[in-house]
């Protein structure tokens, strides 16, 4: 097959769908032995639906055979290794925020090593004139001026005039960010392990794009038929990464108004989901969106698999990019937050 074009167009990175093919790297081999105790374990990645699960288990190098684990601890987890990194995966039993903050704490206690990781799945999308978001883009956390990069949009004070947020989220790990920059410089240059990491999926038809279905929005519709639905137009290349805010809360965003709505009094998101407002300020993780709907009445399940795989395989990439020691020094300097 042809090898994959690489444009980059206003800020952004766009990936041609000519992938190549390559076996997964884990696919019908036998675990390989596991590291001598959970402490080994130093990079945690967290998703909460069985969908970005397998997507996530494909990004894996090597996976590693289960540990005995405290029959205390209620968490699903799945080992292995991610370029030199040992890497605990940990499956969400439930979706939002509360469920996130508590799992996330008994993973931590578990893996007493896990200093940072990234948090991996699923997200509606809030195209505008500024981000031109298709479903099976990917949206990446990135810090602002005024932000983090997770803005908890349904917590806050009551006021006549309104809801005033409350709080502040931390961002993303500094040395995910450095990580992110180095990434940057990369695609610049041409040189895209991401669409690597993507194809490895692209021999399962179930994380297939052509699998997906069509790319439809809701235009100023107000009940819910299919009819008011609108099919976008081609763009060519068929993933483009943004980087900017994230918006999350206990409730999945269903409707266009709403979310347009919530976007422009926030300064302009890229998508929302339902954990990273729940992980941000006691587990650092960079946050990776797949785009499997546009936070419409028109939500359905179709772009889920190939958005859970776009994330992951962008996920993947800041992490082969991290060295090991500098992981652990940042980590004793109290630099990875």
């Known amino acids: 097959m042809p090898p994959a074009k690489r444009i980059r167009t206003q800020g952004h990175f766009r990936a041609s769908s000519s992938l190549s093919r390559p076996s997964s790297p884990i696919a019908g081999n036998t675990p390989a032995p596991a590291p001598a105790s959970s402490e080994d374990y130093t990079i945690g990645w967290i998703c909460a639906l069985e969908i970005e699960l397998a997507a996530t288990q494909e990004m894996l190098d090597e996976e590693h055979q289960p ?6 601890d209620p968490n699903s987890y799945t080992l292995g290794r991610v370029g030199e990194h040992n890497t605990v995966i940990m499956v969400l039993g439930l979706t939002g925020t509360n469920s996130a903050a508590s799992a996330v704490a008994q993973m931590k206690s578990t893996f007493t090593s896990v200093q940072f990781g990234v948090l991996v799945g699923i997200g509606g999308g809030v195209p505008s004139a500024k981000a031109d978001i298709r479903l099976g883009d ?3 956390c990135q ?16 006021r006549p005039d309104g809801v005033e947020r409350t ?11 450095s990580a992110l920059k180095s990434l940057k410089a990369s695609h610049l240059k041409g040189r895209v392990g991401f669409l690597n990491h993507l ?36 763009r060519g290349e068929h993933v483009l990464v943004h980087y900017g805010t994230i918006a999350s809360g206990n409730q999945a965003m269903r409707d266009a108004k709403e979310r347009d709505k919530v976007s422009t009094k926030l300064g302009g998101v890229l998508c929302f989901e339902m954990e990273a407002a729940g992980v941000m ?14 936070s419409d009445s028109h939500k359905n399940k179709s772009w889920q698999p190939f958005a859970a795989g776009t994330a992951a395989a962008y996920a993947k990439e800041p992490l082969l ?3 090991p020691a500098k992981q652990r020094l940042s980590a004793r300097a109290g630099l990875a937050v």
């Open 199 to 234: 194809a490895k999926l692209s021999s399962q038809s179930l994380f297939a794009r052509d699998k997906a279905g069509p790319d439809e929005e809701e235009e100023n519709c107000n009940n819910c038929k299919k009819e008011y639905s609108v099919r976008r137009q081609t």
């Open 143 to 158: 810090p602002s001026k005024d932000c983090g990069g997770v803005i908890q949009y349904d917590l806050g004070k009551t």
């Open 67 to 72: 540990l005995p684990q405290d029959a205390s």
């Open 167 to 177: 709080g502040f989220l931390n961002a993303p790990p500094k040395a995910l960010l």
């Open 321 to 323: 990019l991290l060295s």
């Open 281 to 294: 300020n006691d587990f650092p993780c960079l946050p990776v969106r797949g785009i499997c709907d546009y």
């Open 138 to 140: 990917v949206v990446v």
